[in-house]
């Protein structure tokens, strides 16, 4: 497995320089959250990742989870490391003092959660899981379900999960069938089985708070009949629930979590929110949900990078075609190879223009969560809106191809799994399917964000962009970054205007559109984020640092993103806009014969 | 898993229609090669495939195989498929007669590997890994090597390995450390550690036939100084010779075949062919087996196609944008939505170009192996070498793509290994790294085979695509496909130029531009084998056909590839064209702080 380091400079750059922190932590009034407080929490939250999780990573690919009879035991190692976590306070970095949390942004938690993320994913989606459990009881929950269940739940001795997918639905929750019906104490029988519920089960900790999607009787059908409901695994009187782990299965990775299958026999539930409202009070935080997978496609460019880079400068093959470059050695080590170099920076250009998205994306969920400004606040919520589609399906599609480019730079090795390669392709693997899939992400950017909000949505970030491009048009190193981006941001108008008047003709152009679209869209953030990290590098620069090597290549990873990555969109336009006809004309029968 | 069903029609369509089956064994003297017997040997070889090896394909996934005290076990029924295999004469099928062989051409057993390849691709690696060893054997054994190794090859009662790769070097072989040393009976003792020796060791065969590259003593430094040795596992008088497997790999995938470490420790070996002249004697047919790698994408496209394919004609989600398809009922079957669609149509249209592709160069390899004919062998020849490194690198990366649709079309479900489309990716991903990295294939395009011959290879074959542009540009049918296809045809050698003065100022833009320009190439190429598909398809249906929906289906997918996926030869050019300077400008130490 590669050594994961935590790459904190990097952070620190983005967090402190590209995206100013103090000013916006003093902005939202997070006046504790210094400088020297983060640099502070990531120097422990790196330590703890590096050391603790990270040697767990390939531990839980190997031995994966293990059920019999309904208990679920996790890989070794992983509840000890748990219960330091625990210990640590660090699931309470984040969350509200009122219930024993430490109060800091949200997006101080995101760096610790990248951190963990990286080290060792699986492990990372125990306690992860616990946030939508978390959000779902703060926003909807009485004060008693509160005071029941947030403390515990912030203070990591609980965890919790989401449970809404059913055998026969994932994405079309509309059809979902498991019953929930009122008992004489006001609490509710809940019945049905849940499937894919990650961390559903398990050994490292004393109780599971699950948020359970049902419908009453005579609930209207579809999406406007389901109710929310927590139901514990353990009851307030201490009682077990009528909730088993039916099963768990085997996966292509994240093996050292659990995904279980939950059977619900007249369990005891709660009602959270008000009836039938229980999608919309979900929708409230799937943005965080969905950023959170997005993490998954940084991290797994970042961790497959760092095993790559380590390999590449190490193994010998071939010489140069310049010229020997290690004459002494019996080869070139193989990062003197251009394509090895290709592969390499396209993994740095995703896993830290990646981050830069992710961490823009975090300040603005500090905005709208604690903003006290109405109108930044809606607009905050608005481009967080926009962009979460993009991070989570751009950054997963990415994610995986920079995990195969990792696999790839170590040649045959890179398939055998002692080196740990082959699992960041499979672990990642699931970002592109969980938490809605990159087609769904898709259709949720052109379809519901873009085209139904007449453009607006896009016009709002496009607008960022040209006012960076303005801003930077004469500065001499951002120049060519700047003519390619504000070209082509002007083309996502067009573009969207042209598939717009499309589907106003055949409603079916964008569905066909939509995963070429939210390519094409994500190429071009990602180039605005690169672009914005050399702005910030070449302010460095100019300014004087003893780091000019640093700045340095960042400027000439944008440039490579620029020149090599960039160009992508132009495929994905064309692809487009040349219509749905042939995906379309082709008969159901007719596949094949 | 999916259930495999050999897409015979498919074949036939290829192999008769497109490509004149008939005019073409004529030619190279093949009379038994009829078309009612080609077909007749399809039947019986889907029958195989479906029935006795497709059911394997999980199992092998699930069991492995298993090594203990340098004894390897088969997953359960692979050996007894083996003796079935062998009992059904299937080895010989295309192996000469004076060996005991069919004496069918190569191409008849190109179909059958397919159909091996998509039922179970770990299963035919056993007997796939022989035809290296025999057609070692056969072009430089003498008699008596022959004699002895040949025929037992050809019956299939042993198995056949390479053995190249050492734990230090793979792609780069001139840097291999085993040795051989003269023995007094003229016989050589052969000491080294091999490794990603496929079917290096297992429990099918009674006896293994291992070619092994080793250094004699004194000889010349780099890949000019070595040998080719035939190492049998029990020697020609019935003792164990001194080769050992010490361990098998734990691969991300193609579990249910060994990949051995071999060890020779002083195992006795006999030259082949020529001192020192190792290498080139292999290359002489490196091009067959670099085929054979190819096939593999191909092989997952289909396999995963068909699974993908059956399960959107069955899942429910969603209603159609353009109003429900199936009211009657819950949802409608996903296959109605774009985006299902186009991953679909991606998976067939590489899966049934890829096949065009394949069963074309087969009929290269018969030419070069049996044309009476010295110019069209020469043609051939060269033809086959342009096609090979496009076909072997291409070919497999759209399979691992085509593969990752089949996952994302089965959303959730296709993460869970019950399923079996998971394992397709896990399987194709080996053969984007063994026989060469998709990097090696590239660099052997566009360095070797187009820029040493000063375009000389490309233009044979875009003087091909020229031509059937030109006989086809007043077909109202093929009109846009060929316009788009005659406008490529020139901009590939528009752009090789290019390349090639930018080559002639600085030798690494050659390897910055290598996979971008395999790729270009490869949908290039893939699109003139579905204008070609398209012509035929389009010729029966004037001619008059009660298979109207069946080539109409493949102008649709003509269509489709057109217009959705060959706009990406516009990404990899621009990118190529940007050059090599952005992949070199980073120093080594600076890819991390």
Same mark, same amino acid.
């Given at each position: 497995?590669p050594e994961y ?10 967090l402190?320089e590209?995206?100013?922190? %103090?000013?916006? &932590?003093?902005a939202?009034g ?5 400088r020297d407080?983060i640099?502070?929490?990531?120097g422990?939250?790196?330590k ?5 999780l990270a040697?767990?990573n390939?531990? +839980? =690919? ?15 190692g992983f ?11 660090w699931?309470?970095?984040? #969350?509200?003092?009122e219930f024993? +949390? #430490?109060?800091?942004p ?5 760096v610790v959660?990248?951190?963990?993320s990286?080290?060792n994913?699986?492990w990372g ?6 946030h939508g459990a ?7 929950g009485t !004060?008693e379900?509160k005071?029941v269940?947030?403390? *515990?739940?912030?203070?990591g ?19 979902? *069938?498991s ?5 004489? !104490?006001?609490?509710?029988a ?10 559903? %089960? ?16 005579g609930a @209207?059908e579809g999406?406007k009949g389901?109710?929310?409901f927590?139901?514990?695994k353990?009851?307030? =009187? ?21 995904t279980?299958v939950?059977?619900f026999?007249?369990?005891?539930g709660?009602?959270?929110?008000p009836?039938?409202q ?11 949900? $969905?950023?959170?997978?997005?993490? #998954?496609?940084v991290a797994?460019s %970042? ?11 190490d $193994?010998?093959?071939m ?6 470059k ?19 920076l396209?993994q740095?250009?995703?896993?830290? +223009? ?8 975090? &300040?603005?969920v ?17 481009l967080?809106s926009?962009l979460? @589609? ?9 994610g ?8 790839q730079?170590f040649?045959?090795?890179?398939y055998i799994?002692e080196?740990?390669?082959?699992q960041?392709?499979? =672990? ?5 399917l ?6 769904i ?5 052109? +379809? ?13 970030f ?5 006012k960076?491009c303005k801003?930077n048009?004469d ?5 060519p970054l ?6 082509l ?9 042209q ?6 003709q055949n409603?079916e ?5 939509a995963?070429d679209y939210?390519?094409?869209s ?5 180039g605005?984020?690169?672009?914005r ?8 620069l100019d300014?004087g640092?003893?780091e000019a090597d ?5 400027i000439k990873?944008?440039?490579f993103?620029?020149q090599?990555?960039?160009?992508r969109t %132009? ?7 040349n219509?749905v006809?042939?995906?379309?004309d082709?008969?159901e029968?007719h596949f094949?014969?």
């Amino acid at each position: 497995m590669p050594e994961y380091k935590a790459p904190i400079r990097e952070m620190q750059f983005v967090l402190h320089e590209v995206l100013d922190s %103090e000013s916006h &932590f003093q902005a939202i009034g997070a006046t504790d959250a210094s400088r020297d407080m983060i640099d502070a929490i990531m120097g422990e939250a790196a330590k703890f990742c590096e050391e603790v999780l990270a040697p767990l990573n390939q531990v +839980g =690919d190997k031995e994966g989870c293990t059920w019999n009879d309904g208990v679920v035991t996790t890989p070794t190692g992983f509840k000890e490391a748990y219960q330091q976590w625990v210990e640590n306070g660090w699931p309470s970095l984040a #969350q509200p003092t009122e219930f024993g +949390g #430490q109060g800091l942004p949200e997006s101080i938690g995101n760096v610790v959660s990248e951190m963990v993320s990286t080290a060792n994913w699986s492990w990372g989606m125990y306690p992860g899981l616990s946030h939508g459990a978390m959000n779902t009881i703060e926003l909807h929950g009485t !004060d008693e379900q509160k005071e029941v269940y947030l403390s *515990k739940l912030v203070s990591g001795e609980w965890t919790g999960t989401m449970c809404l997918t059913e055998p026969h639905c994932g994405s079309d929750l509309g059809t979902l *069938k498991s019953k929930a019906e009122e008992n004489d !104490d006001g609490s509710y029988a809940i019945t049905g089985t849940k499937i894919f519920i990650s961390a559903g %089960e398990h050994d490292m900790a004393e109780n599971i708070v699950h948020i359970v999607l049902a419908r009453l009787p005579g609930a @209207p059908e579809g999406t406007k009949g389901i109710s929310l409901f927590v139901v514990p695994k353990i009851l307030p =009187d201490g009682t077990r629930n009528a909730v088993e782990c039916g099963s768990i299965e085997h996966k292509m990775g994240i093996h050292g979590n659990a995904t279980c299958v939950m059977n619900f026999d007249s369990a005891k539930g709660f009602l959270i929110g008000p009836p039938n409202q229980g999608l919309k009070c979900m929708f409230t935080f799937m943005n965080f949900a $969905r950023l959170g997978t997005a993490m #998954q496609g940084v991290a797994s460019s %970042e961790l497959s990078f760092q095993g790559a880079l380590a390999y590449a400068k190490d $193994r010998l093959a071939m010489r140069s075609l310049s010229g020997p470059k290690a004459p002494e050695k019996v080869a070139d080590p193989i990062i003197v190879h251009p394509d090895v170099r290709r592969m390499l920076l396209t993994q740095k250009a995703f896993a830290e +223009g990646g981050r830069a998205m992710l961490m823009h994306a975090g &300040f603005l969920v500090d905005i709208v969560k604690y903003s006290a400004d109405d109108e930044q606040k809606k607009e905050a919520d608005e481009l967080l809106s926009f962009l979460t @589609p993009i991070a989570k399906a751009f950054l997963t599609e990415v994610g995986t191809e920079a995990a195969n480019h990792g696999v790839q730079v170590f040649g045959g090795h890179g398939y055998i799994q002692e080196w740990g390669m082959e699992q960041i392709v499979r =672990d990642n693997r699931i970002s592109q399917l969980y938490e809605g899939t990159t087609g769904i992400q898709a259709l949720d950017l052109l +379809g519901r964000k873009v085209l139904m909000s007449q453009g607006e949505m896009l016009k709002k970030f496009t607008k960022i962009v040209h006012k960076f491009c303005k801003a930077n048009e004469d500065n001499a190193t951002l120049k060519p970054l700047v003519e390619q981006l504000a070209k082509l941001n002007k083309e996502w108008g067009d573009v969207t205007m042209q598939l717009g008047m499309k589907a106003m003709q055949n409603r079916e152009e964008v569905g066909g559109a939509a995963v070429d679209y939210l390519m094409y869209s994500g190429y071009i953030t990602l180039g605005y984020y690169w672009a914005r990290m050399a702005e910030q590098a070449q302010k460095a620069l100019d300014a004087g640092t003893d780091e000019a090597d640093f700045y340095n290549a960042k400027i000439k990873t944008a440039n490579f993103y620029f020149q090599r990555i960039l160009p992508r969109t %132009e495929s994905h336009k064309l692809a487009m806009l040349n219509g749905v006809d042939s995906l379309m004309d082709l008969e159901e029968e007719h596949f094949a014969f």
